[in-house]
């Protein structure tokens, strides 16, 4: 019996901040899991290390269910954003362990090979639209087959999903800083430049978008129905999920398929969505929904309805998340897309990952595990800051989500 002996957890910033929790068991394996709540990180490494690595130290490694029905139901406090992503990184950590004794890479624990690689969609994205379009060039002739697109609504400062740098960070400020949002604007310009790149480039790959949340239910409604040409692969979080009877009303009036799920946590938080058919893909993460074990079986629920898997894959989920989703992407038979954006080089110095970009889709490291290692000693050279997400702010100084 292999037993964890140790559980480590490291809080670093290397381009951007990251929770990860290493593993090790009495016979010296390692298992990387992500931690990594954007934003929130210090509660979920406390949570790890105040709360659940006392639990850990003698278990079973190999015994990965039941260690997450402990950490689930032994809690006795269920869900939520932090106690999800602590589960998910012991889950993730035992299935690197598992793939290290079994001498196979993750992919091949679960089932092996459904794909020959992982299509992914990358973000595009300009200050204006023809910057926009520019970029849509560029990531075309990266080789990808699936971008998302936001450009800036004109005098509105920092649109979301636009990119300053050379990596997308929208965690950028010691605190919160504080955006105006017009939806008035927002719909009248957003199906403008989705319409401006369908004419420039054609239909001869997937295009997305992310409404991130700034819609109501019948303003999406609008938004769907009048960007129906466009042909979206889907348009993102159309509104908030809180009242998910809400999406039946945006579908009465439009056929753009809709994805929905990177802040939701558990099965139960997408059931209804799944159940009544009101979303095409679900969006949840390794990271942020309890785990491998418990994605797989959010995607198995939603095989059953005849919806698709678009996991979340910002730069805020790490390197070892990534590896993780391209191992399950790879063996789910209902896999839709997955999101890419390329980490920054400072974070690939401390996370070295066998993870492939080829031809618009991500290959798995062949090796035992995950294929991912953490470089402790580069780490050092990352101390963590706190960085927060924007506020949004409607034009009368009211929130609005962001
Ligand atoms: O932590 C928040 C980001 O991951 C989020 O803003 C990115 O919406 C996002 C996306 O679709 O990648
Ligand atoms: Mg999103």
């Given at each position: 019996m292999s037993n964890i002996e140790r559980a480590e957890v490291f809080v670093a910033s290397p381009g951007r901040s990251f929770v990860t929790l290493r593993l090790t068991t009495s016979d010296g394996v390692l298992g990387l899991g992500d931690a990594t709540l954007n934003g929130r990180e210090l509660a979920v490494a406390s949570y790890l290390r105040d709360h659940v690595a006392p639990l850990l130290i003698g278990r079973d490694s190999a015994r990965i269910e039941d260690i997450w029905q402990y950490l689930y139901r032994g809690a006795y406090w269920r869900r939520g954003p932090v106690t999800m992503t602590a589960i998910a990184a012991v889950d993730t950590a035992l299935w690197d362990i598992k793939g290290k004794v079994a001498g196979l890479p993750v992919y091949q624990l679960l089932g092996g090979r459904s794909r020959d690689g992982v299509l992914v969609y990358s973000h595009a994205s300009g200050t204006d639209v023809p910057s926009l379009l520019d970029d849509v060039a560029r990531f075309r002739e990266l080789g990808y087959h699936a971008i998302r697109a936001q450009a800036a609504v004109p005098g509105i400062r920092g649109t979301y999903g636009v990119r300053k740098g050379a990596v997308y960070e929208p965690a950028a400020t010691s605190l919160p800083e504080e955006q105006p949002w017009s939806t008035e604007a927002y719909l009248d310009h957003a199906p403008t430049y989705l319409e401006a790149i369908r004419e420039r480039f054609g239909f001869g790959f997937h295009l997305l978008h992310d409404v991130h949340h700034r819609l109501t239910p019948i303003e999406a409604a609008r938004f769907g129905?009048?960007?129906?040409?466009?042909?979206?692969?889907?348009?993102?979080?159309?509104?908030?999920?809180?009242?998910?009877?809400?999406?039946?009303?945006?579908?009465?009036?439009?056929?753009?398929?809709?994805?929905?799920?990177?802040?939701?946590?558990?099965?139960?938080?997408?059931?209804?969505?799944?159940?009544?058919?009101?979303?095409?893909?679900?969006?949840?993460?390794?990271?942020?929904?309890?785990?491998?074990?418990?994605?797989?079986?959010?995607?198995?629920?939603?095989?059953?309805?005849?919806?698709?898997?678009?996991?979340?894959?910002?730069?805020?989920?790490?390197?070892?998340?990534?590896?993780?989703?391209?191992?399950?992407?790879?063996?789910?038979?209902?896999?839709?897309?997955?999101?890419?954006?390329?980490?920054?080089?400072?974070?690939?110095?401390?996370?070295?990952?066998?993870?492939?970009?080829?031809?618009?889709?991500?290959?798995?490291?062949?090796?035992?595990?995950?294929?991912?290692?953490?470089?402790?000693?580069?780490?050092?050279r990352f101390p963590y800051e706190p960085r927060y997400l924007p506020v949004a702010r409607r034009l009368d100084g009211s929130v609005h989500d962001w």
């Open positions: 129905k009048r960007v129906e040409d466009c042909r979206l692969f889907w348009m993102e979080d159309p509104t908030p999920a809180e009242n998910q009877e809400s999406f039946q009303l945006i579908r009465q009036h439009t056929t753009t398929p809709i994805a929905v799920g990177e802040v939701l946590t558990s099965i139960w938080d997408v059931q209804h969505l799944i159940t009544e058919q009101l979303i095409d893909y679900v969006r949840t993460s390794v990271v942020h929904a309890g785990g491998i074990t418990h994605l797989r079986r959010i995607f198995d629920l939603a095989a059953l309805y005849q919806v698709r898997t678009g996991s979340h894959g910002a730069t805020d989920l790490s390197p070892v998340s990534l590896a993780a989703a391209v191992h399950l992407d790879l063996t789910v038979p209902n896999f839709g897309i997955q999101e890419y954006m390329p980490h920054a080089p400072e974070t690939m110095e401390v996370f070295r990952s066998g993870v492939r970009f080829e031809d618009g889709m991500l290959h798995p490291p062949e090796e035992p595990g995950l294929g991912v290692e953490y470089d402790e000693k580069a780490a050092e």
